[in-house]
């Protein structure tokens, strides 16, 4: 029953990694931008979250209905005023670029914010939990992985179902000929990373309320979301989604072998389907 | 005569440090049909890839209406109702048949064309609708790629060797439609190698030769010793 429960545990974890990853997931496969800052971003609209939620004395979750457009704004105004003139043949600008932004940002954090541990007050939400024939459920983890099924499926229905969609596809697949089309690149690719960082916004308010945060631990943030997107496959939603709970399995069943096992069982993993299967598990096919 | 709808004013076009075009000075009118030939290497593509604003080059060398586009980016220029079918027809993958069709018309220029009138022209794409591009045929794909630009209800669109590597009988068949679509009055600039094919379907024809217009001239009059000259250079 311990490892049935450490595996339900670690699954409902995966949601918040799979939330860490769907941004970088969908800005991969939308431009091929691999973005350093990620982890960074998710403990920005954690701070948002936290000004926001303090400012107004609302509960967190009530703050996402300002912090999940604030960060979409902030990464339409990113991409289109900085990242799209790094975009090029050479992946190489933009990595820099967004290490650097990396650097600004979790040290504009700690001049604002000090490095204090802070943390989201969700009140009675953080303990609440459902119990089902001798499993417990908390119900922050669960609405976590319920939101980041959500997500994932509304971005893959975005994806595949919406004029926006076939814009992110067709230029995905050919810039210049989408250009052709009357589609912008820059405003394509500003849209795409505004729902990136909306997404994000989402990530970082749970985080928030999750465990406490300050402002260096996007790093660890970023390499979860990371692993998630690349055991799943790059470019494929619903196998970031799988990526996320494998990786949270693992750190779970790690944690339940011996404490100090957590994170290194789930690097483990990654590292053992890495070799196995470079592309991931469900690599999106190629055209 | 009548105003040229697009006047190309010694264009000089470049890829890098390489440049391609020198100096090509031509027109096209109101609702014509004019030819592109040249042996490879000559610079057509280049010259259909700067009309449609994928290779940016100085602002007057390219004017529509009387207005510089030579400077716009090529969004800006599908939206004044200029479309290419670029040369390898250049599909998008990820995109079902049906799709790369609608995405044609996402400016939502209003005209003659759309979904069904595509289909009525080329009715074996509505059988294969929900199927990736990919997995058509290479005239299927070839029809996809015209209907994607007609789809946008241009009034000039650009064919940039809609015939290369298909069969002599899809050849005719794709020419063969060429009627219903430039007979509304739409111009069109062809690019092809088959000078027979090109003369036959234009009124008017221009031969390039490393980079410059090396004849002009109407399609019913020019004479094949002038061809091979401009073509050859000899």
């Known amino acids: 029953m311990e490892w049935l429960n450490a595996i339900l545990q670690g699954t409902l974890l995966g949601g918040l990694y799979a939330l860490f990853a769907a941004g970088l997931s969908l800005i991969f496969g939308v431009m091929r931008l691999v973005n350093i800052a990620h982890g960074d971003l998710i403990v920005l609209a954690a701070y948002l979250g936290l000004v926001i939620s303090a400012g107004l004395g609302i509960h967190p979750l009530l703050a996402l209905v300002l912090v999940v457009p604030a960060m979409a704004g902030i990464g339409y105004a990113l991409q289109r005023g900085i990242l799209n003139r790094t975009m090029g043949d050479d992946i190489l600008p933009p990595l820099l670029v967004t290490f650097g932004l990396s650097v600004i940002i979790q040290n504009g954090l700690l001049m604002g914010f000090s490095a204090d541990p802070q943390k989201l007050q969700a009140g009675a939400l953080e303990t609440a939990s459902l119990s089902a024939g001798g499993l417990t459920i908390g119900v922050l983890p669960l609405l976590m992985f319920v939101t980041a099924v959500a997500v994932i499926a509304g971005l893959q229905w975005m994806f595949y179902r919406t004029a926006l969609g076939r814009a992110f596809r067709a230029t995905s697949d050919r810039q210049d000929v989408a250009q052709l089309m009357g589609l912008n690149r820059a405003h394509v690719f500003a849209l795409a990373m505004a729902l990136s960082l909306a997404v994000t916004g989402i990530a970082g308010v749970f985080l928030g309320i999750r465990t406490s945060f300050d402002p260096s631990i996007g790093g660890s943030r970023l390499i979860f979301g990371f692993e998630a997107v690349i055991i799943g496959g790059l470019g494929n939603l619903w196998g970031t989604l799988a990526g996320g709970v494998i990786l949270g399995v693992a750190q779970a069943v790690g944690g339940q072998i011996h404490p100090s096992l957590q994170l290194l069982a789930g690097h483990l993993v990654f590292l053992l389907i890495l070799a196995i299967r470079p592309r991931g598990l469900f690599p999106k096919m190629e055209g | ?234």
């Open chain 2, 1 to 234: 005569m009548p105003d040229p709808v697009l006047s190309l004013n010694r264009l000089d076009a470049r890829y890098g440090d390489f440049q391609a075009l020198y100096g090509v000075t031509a027109h096209v009118n109101e609702g014509e049909v004019v030819a592109i030939i040249g042996a490879n290497g000559a610079g057509k593509t280049t010259l259909m890839r700067s009309i449609a604003g994928l290779i940016r080059n100085a602002p007057e060398a390219i004017a529509w209406k009387g207005q510089p586009i030579g400077r716009l980016r090529a969004d800006q220029v599908a939206a004044l109702g200029i479309a290419l079918v670029p040369e390898g027809r250049l599909l998008f993958p990820s995109l079902s048949v049906e799709e790369n069709l609608i995405i044609g018309g996402q400016l939502g220029r209003r005209g003659p064309w759309n979904l069904g009138r595509v289909y009525e022209l080329f009715p074996i794409l509505k059988e294969r609708r929900n199927q990736q591009s990919t997995s058509l045929s290479g005239g299927q794909q070839q029809m996809v790629a015209i209907g994607r630009a007609l789809m946008s209800n241009p009034e000039l669109i650009l064919m940039d060797e809609i015939s290369l590597g298909l069969a002599p009988v899809i050849i005719k068949q794709i020419y063969d439609a060429l009627p219903g679509i430039v007979g509304q009055g739409m111009a069109a600039v062809i690019v092809e190698q088959d000078i027979a094919k090109a003369l036959s379907v234009t009124a008017r024809v221009y031969c390039l030769q490393e980079g410059r217009v090396s004849l002009e001239g109407r399609s019913d009059t020019v004479s094949r010793d002038e061809i091979s000259r401009a073509y050859f250079g000899m």
